[in-house]
């Protein structure tokens, strides 16, 4: 069953970097205000003054030293915020919440790609997000070589996307790992289609969840 804690619908959109959330958020935002719903959109690490400021350090190519707990702690801390100061409100006022990015990208980039104790990774997150998790999670699922490809065409990239191939890989392997633990949650969209494939796919699920006023 659902966990509906909250009046608003908490959706999160997730993949390897690459992946096509950035096209779908807009149109499930539009979708979702066309049935109705009072929709806000969060990006993750950042959101907030806050998380801002500490996604700068995350992303900063500079930091190479960065150990991995530090990492686990600071996409930790940033969701902390962003949870504290902007989503469980906005939840509580019924609206509906859309996260690029929330707790998997911690599973599946820090548990799968640098391979660290995922059981830890939930916990640690467990306490961040006070345990307020999405009502259903969108994985956009597309190869880390195609993907690659489609990041080639955009200019520059941070520290989490100068990691290889390899990373890419045991991400993407991970996101499919997340996707059988949690089947009710997460649900596998074939993002190397087209977009409006794509997005009927993702409107189907939202209809499914009543998410679909009208
Ligand atoms: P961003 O520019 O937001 O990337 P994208 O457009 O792909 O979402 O950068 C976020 C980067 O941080 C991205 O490479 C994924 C990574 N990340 C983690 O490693 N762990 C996390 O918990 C989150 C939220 C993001």
Known sequence: MLRIKYKGLFISIEGTDGCGKSTQIPLIKEYMEGAGHNVVVMREPGGTAISEKIRSILLDTGNTAMSTKTEIL???????????????????????????????????????GRDSDLEEIIRINKFATSGVMPNITFFMDISPKVALKRRMAAAATDRIENEGMDFQVHVHAGFHALAKRFPERIKVIDATQDVNSVFSKIKEYIILLGGQKS
């Open 74 to 112: 600071l996409y930790a801390a940033a969701r902390a915020q962003i949870m504290e100061e902007k989503i469980i409100p906005a939840l509580k006022e019924g609206k509906t919440v859309i996260c690029d990015r929330f707790v998997d990208s911690s599973y599946a980039y820090q548990g799968f």
